[in-house]
């Protein structure tokens, strides 16, 4: 946690907007580094689908920025496009890239009101089965999809999770606190 608070402090040294994407992938990686755990990211700009570093001892890390709400962390997810149906996406989650989720959420309020907080939440995406989860279909209820499906809702233990079409068939999550293993406020 020293490391990624200075590395964050660093960050807004230079930058006034929230760290997320690639900034956070760095950072992560630097100060598992500092901290002993190694890693194997790399600058490339391969903000790709899963696993964004594995540490020296091989645990696979996933990075997300996300909201934090009052008993919720909500994530977006892979685009999902290129996946035929529902069975066909369900099916391409169900192989996991990754071991831990580390997000760097942010509260909407903190950072309206002038605060730079963060939330280190570590999620251990074994926890998160999509595959498990009760799914339904989304049928639009105006304009021109009235009557389409425009997307599914999936309801698991600890967790939901939406598929959007209109979003290039986004999956967004929200995670349910109780499935937080670690939680930190870093305060900027």
Same mark, same amino acid.
């Given at each position: %946690?020293?490391?990624?608070? $200075?590395?964050?402090?660093?960050?807004?040294?230079?930058?006034?907007? =929230?760290?997320?994407?690639?900034? @956070?992938?760095?950072?992560?990686? =630097?100060?598992?580094?500092?901290?002993?755990?190694?890693?194997? @990211?790399?600058?490339?700009? $391969?903000?790709?689908?899963?696993?964004?570093?594995?540490?020296?001892?091989?645990?696979? #890390?996933?990075?997300?920025?996300?909201?934090?709400? &009052?008993?919720?962390?909500?994530?977006?997810?892979?685009?999902?496009?290129?996946?035929?149906?529902?069975?066909? &996406?369900? !099916?391409?989650?169900?192989?996991?890239?990754?071991?831990?989720?580390?997000?760097?959420?942010? &509260?909407?309020?903190?950072?309206?009101?002038?605060?730079?907080?963060?939330?280190?939440?570590?999620?251990?995406?074994?926890?998160?089965?999509?595959?498990?989860?009760?799914? #339904?279909?989304?049928?639009?209820? =105006?304009?021109? !999809?009235?009557?389409?499906?425009?997307?599914?809702?999936?309801?698991?233990?600890?967790?939901?999770?939406?598929?959007?079409?209109? %979003?290039?068939?986004?999956? @967004?999550?929200?995670?349910?606190?109780?499935?937080?293993?670690? %939680?930190?406020? #870093?305060?900027?």
């Amino acid at each position: %946690m020293p490391h990624l608070k $200075n590395l964050l402090t660093q960050h807004h040294s230079l930058y006034l907007g =929230r760290c997320k994407s690639e900034y @956070w992938e760095e950072l992560c990686a =630097r100060a598992l580094i500092y901290d002993g755990h190694g890693s194997d @990211w790399k600058p490339d700009f $391969n903000h790709g689908v899963g696993k964004d570093k594995t540490t020296d001892n091989g645990t696979r #890390i996933g990075n997300k920025s996300g909201k934090l709400g &009052k008993e919720t962390l909500e994530i977006s997810g892979s685009r999902l496009t290129k996946h035929a149906d529902l069975a066909d &996406k369900l !099916n391409f989650l169900k192989n996991k890239t990754e071991d831990y989720i580390f997000c760097l959420a942010t &509260k909407d309020c903190d950072w309206k009101a002038g605060k730079k907080i963060y939330y280190l939440i570590v999620v251990d995406s074994a926890q998160i089965n999509y595959h498990e989860a009760a799914w #339904i279909d989304v049928i639009g209820v =105006r304009g021109k !999809n009235t009557g389409k499906v425009v997307g599914h809702r999936g309801i698991g233990e600890g967790f939901t999770a939406k598929i959007t079409k209109s %979003m290039s068939h986004q999956l @967004w999550t929200q995670i349910d606190k109780t499935l937080f293993k670690e %939680m930190y406020e #870093i305060v900027i």
